[in-house]
């Protein structure tokens, strides 16, 4: 199938009408877990500890709540089982992911979805300049994950603004990911997130055409729905009270702009 096709089929593909209004699930967005001292050291504040991240979970558990992937979520929520349930979302594949987020992860009975890339497997993370440099997952550390039962999904290949790609490259980023996280796992990805959170009608439409179930955004406002999960980012700063503040913020949210089911 040609660019051009794919893109006249993702614009096909495009949600029609609201249909049904659901409120948005409550989504956290995490992405490296490692020690640092000096918030010097995290320009973008994409850190958090071992220690931080523990206090978190502590703290969903203290309030009867689990951290699960979003495909488990989803899944929940179409049984009616999510009442409970919060999502747990970890962005570019980093390699701390395995070393300290995963045993914290599994020693709270929690799993979470891992958004990858698999075109910059083994190297770091180039698109932040100001760094630090972060090693990013190889691929064998991408099977690790996966075997341990973490859902992993697709962050693009590289980590571009996709909403600047030509179609012909929009299409590599969605489907070219897609297929090479099948060949590595085994298993199709069922999620998408999009680099820096930015998508619009064109991109979140090629992106239920190359056949994810589901995205992740940040802040989609009214194109938040199935394709463009609102999500929470979680910081170092975050302990009992700002998170109890955020999910405070999210669900006011929530009753002031249903999204999609």
């Known amino acids: 199938m040609s660019a051009e096709t794919d893109t ?4 096909r593909a495009a949600p029609a009408g609201p249909g049904r209004r659901r409120p948005a699930p409550w989504v956290l967005m995490y992405h490296s877990v ?3 001292t000096d ?3 995290d320009p973008y504040g994409i850190t958090v500890t071992p220690q931080a991240l523990e206090t978190q979970l502590q703290w969903l558990r203290a309030r009867g709540l689990r951290g699960v992937s979003v495909g488990e979520l989803r899944r929940a929520r179409a049984a009616g089982r999510a009442d409970r349930l919060v999502g747990l979302t ?4 980093y390699a701390d992911f395995l070393t300290h987020a995963l045993p914290l992860l599994q020693g709270y009975g929690c799993s979470a979805t891992l958004f990858v890339l698999p075109g910059r497997l083994g190297v770091d993370n180039v698109w932040d300049p100001l760094g630090p440099r972060k090693a990013l997952l190889t691929a064998e550390g991408v099977r690790e994950v996966a075997a341990a039962g973490q859902e992993i999904g697709s962050h693009g290949l590289v980590h571009q603004h996709l909403t600047a790609c030509p179609d012909d490259v929009l299409a590599q ?3 070219g990911s897609r297929e090479l996280l099948h060949e590595l796992t085994g298993t199709l990805p069922e999620g998408f997130c999009y680099p820096y959170g930015t998508v619009d009608r064109r991109v979140l439409a090629a992106t239920r055409a190359a056949g994810y179930s589901y995205a992740c955004a940040i802040a989609p406002g009214r194109l938040a729905g199935t394709y463009a999960l609102p999500r929470t980012h979680v910081s170092q700063a975050d302990g009992p009270l700002r998170l109890r503040a955020k999910q405070l913020r999210h669900r006011a949210r929530q009753l002031r702009a ?3 089911p």
């Open 8 to 11: 006249e089929a993702a614009r």
């Open 34 to 36: 490692a020690e640092f």
């Open 39 to 41: 918030p010097a050291e």
């Open 90 to 93: 970890f962005d570019d594949g």
């Open 173 to 175: 980023e969605l489907r």
């Open 258 to 260: 249903a999204v999609l």
